[in-house]
């Protein structure tokens, strides 16, 4: 039972444009949201998040949006730069739900490559 | 540099064998969480530790067990190896279990690669 999904395993755009990574979840206790990135041989690399009380959190070149009625979420990329080429990871709690936890359930993953 | 540190960065053993993996987390940070991340598969939790206590259990294995120690570094021990075994093993910290957002971020380390044989 997959819980988070990011049903796209790769994307690739290029330098200077928008990257649109998607995610969906189906549980409806998450609360707190984060993307993650990855590299290879390195640990995941924290991003941005967004609490479920929020419908949109922006940090620099990074944006996520969030439909918590669709449970969707959205991360953007503006302008894209070869340099963001890595695996993304979407993750999602339930930390602050009753009986909920802070461990994260992650998707699998997507591959985004920003070509020059 | 995430300031959680893991050792060793890889270990090669043999099946049936026993291992430790350590991890050291970010000053200030009372939580400790452990993930596997297998072939073509997302980070699956394992299990969380705050202020030595354990406080969530994922689909951990009995042959795994995990401990946190006065110093908050903790130790990941995997018994009884099975090829499947085979992973990645990453550690995050965070400052709180709970607290509001932005606090309880989970930073990770750059992992510890296991290969069983």
């Known amino acids: 039972d997959q819980q988070v999904k990011q049903n796209s395993p790769s994307l690739s755009v290029q330098e200077g444009r928008i990257s649109i990574l998607n995610c969906d979840y189906t549980n409806s206790m998450f609360d707190y949201f984060l993307w993650y990135k990855k590299y290879p041989a390195e640990g995941p690399t924290f991003l941005i998040s967004?609490?479920?009380?929020?419908d949109k959190n922006e940090d620099g070149r990074f944006t996520v949006f969030l439909n918590k009625s669709a449970k969707h979420l959205s991360l953007h990329i503006v302008p894209s730069q070869p340099g963001d080429s890595a695996v993304y990871f979407c993750?999602?709690?339930?930390?602050?739900?009753?009986?909920?936890?802070?461990?994260?359930?992650f998707g699998k993953g997507m591959k985004l490559t920003v070509n020059p | 540099d995430s300031g959680v540190t893991q050792t060793p960065k890889h270990l090669i053993t043999a099946t049936g064998q026993r291992v430790t993996l350590r991890c050291s987390p970010r000053?200030?940070?009372?939580?400790v969480y452990w993930y596997q991340q297998s072939l073509d598969q997302g980070l699956q939790f394992l299990i969380q530790?705050?202020?030595?206590?354990?406080?969530a259990k994922g689909n951990i294995l009995e042959r795994f067990s995990a401990q946190q120690f006065p110093d908050l570094h903790s130790e990941l021990n995997l018994s009884s190896l099975e090829l499947g075994d085979s992973a990645l093993y990453f550690c995050?910290?965070?400052?709180?279990?709970?607290?509001?957002?932005?606090?309880?971020?989970?930073?990770f380390g750059p992992g510890t690669r296991l290969t069983v044989l």
């Open positions: 000053s200030g940070d009372l939580s």
């Open positions: 967004i609490s479920s009380i929020k």
């Open positions: 530790y705050y202020n030595g206590e354990e406080r």
């Open positions: 993750a999602a709690s339930a930390r602050g739900t009753q009986g909920g936890s802070e461990k994260l359930v």
């Open positions: 995050a910290s965070s400052v709180v279990g709970r607290g509001p957002p932005g606090t309880d971020t989970q930073y």
